[in-house]
């Protein structure tokens, strides 16, 4: 065989075998997203949200609910679910927000840092130019303290219940009425932490609780807060360059520079990006918590078009955005 003919072959072989080993990847990262629907109701619930809202594919929709190809092609047909019968928004509605169906990797790289990832923290936010991309944000990814790493939305460093050899329950956001999201999750050892997110038509408002169940003081209550580009068409490029961090604001600008996805949460801690996700993080921390005691963060989802994103961070900052919302705790 000539020698460029073996290069070529050899670099189709090379080829496949990357092709294949990301495929096994890809396959790893989403077995634990799987959730079979508890009813008739729950399934015309994901299927309208998979297909009107995430686009999802086929095959994405058969890895986030277990079903077959027959039984999905029944379901989209009894509860009259295509692409043509999504509904318009109003002109004036809050900002779609709806929680993560799974399925489908929020991430585009760094999956080994993901592994399994748990679609009861996540939500997606759409954008209001755009009524097919996304963002989506773990509402919490992380939450540390003086005991170690307390909780973790995926798989990949050990937790302190994963090296206890405990396995927390799958949880689902509560929807309600006006759009809102909440949850709450209690940890085994007493500590429990819960979230509320509220979307309106400037902006999306997240709030998180900790409430200390233990005996013992609580300490170094840091907590990582993820915004995921993938599905955010013009704002998904795999660098920090198109990033500006301005804590407690993290934004982001598409790649004409006039659009812009600007987050932030307070206490913050430590805002910063992760190229390879790619991602935006104003990371809080939670103040002291003693035995009995419950402390809140709050945080800030909005858009922007124009080009001055400082002008508009200071805007953001003279709104009441950290005031106690409605019906909070």
């Not at 799987?34 to 619930?45: E, F």
């Not at 973790?152 to 929807?175: C, M, S, V, Y």
């Not at 050892?189 to 509220?198: E, F, R």
Request: with cysteine; net charge positive.
């Amino acid at each position: 065989m000539p020698k460029s003919a073996l290069r070529q072959s050899c670099l189709q072989i090379a080829l496949s075998l990357v092709l294949v080993t990301a495929s096994a990847a890809a396959t790893q990262t989403l077995s634990g997203t799987l959730r079979p629907a508890k009813n008739d109701a729950s399934l015309k619930d994901w299927l309208e949200n998979m297909v009107w809202h995430h686009r999802f594919t086929a095959d994405e929709i058969r890895s986030a609910t277990g079903l077959d190809a027959a039984a999905l092609k029944t379901a989209l047909t009894r509860f009259n679910v295509t692409p043509a019968t999504r509904p318009r928004r109003p002109a004036n509605a809050p900002l779609l927000t709806l929680p993560y169906p799974g399925g489908r990797h929020p991430r585009i790289g760094f999956l080994d840092g993901a592994i399994d990832p748990q679609r009861e923290t996540k939500i997606s936010v759409f954008t209001p130019w755009d009524d097919a991309s996304h963002v989506v944000v773990d509402v919490p990814e992380a939450l540390w303290s003086n005991l170690g790493l307390t909780y973790l939305a995926h798989t990949h460093i050990p937790t302190i219940f994963d090296k206890q050899g405990i396995k927390l329950p799958p949880l689902e956001w509560n929807r309600h009425d006006d759009g809102s999201l909440d949850l709450t999750r209690r940890l085994p050892n007493g500590i429990s932490y819960a979230a509320k997110v509220i979307p309106g038509r400037d902006a999306v408002r997240m709030e998180l609780w900790l409430t200390n169940g233990t005996s013992s003081t609580l300490s170094d209550l840091r907590v990582q807060t993820c915004v995921m580009l993938k599905s955010a068409v013009g704002f998904n490029a795999l660098t920090n360059a198109n990033k500006v961090f301005a804590k407690p604001f993290v934004a982001v600008r598409n790649d004409t520079g006039d659009r812009w996805i600007i987050t932030a949460w307070e206490p913050c801690h430590r805002p910063w990006g992760n190229a390879p996700v790619p991602c935006l993080h104003s990371d809080p921390k939670f103040p002291e918590c003693a035995p009995g005691e419950s402390k809140r963060l709050r945080g800030w989802l909005s858009f922007y078009q124009g080009t001055n994103v400082q002008s508009e961070f200071a805007r953001i900052q003279k709104l009441d955005w950290l005031a106690v919302t409605a019906g909070a705790r």
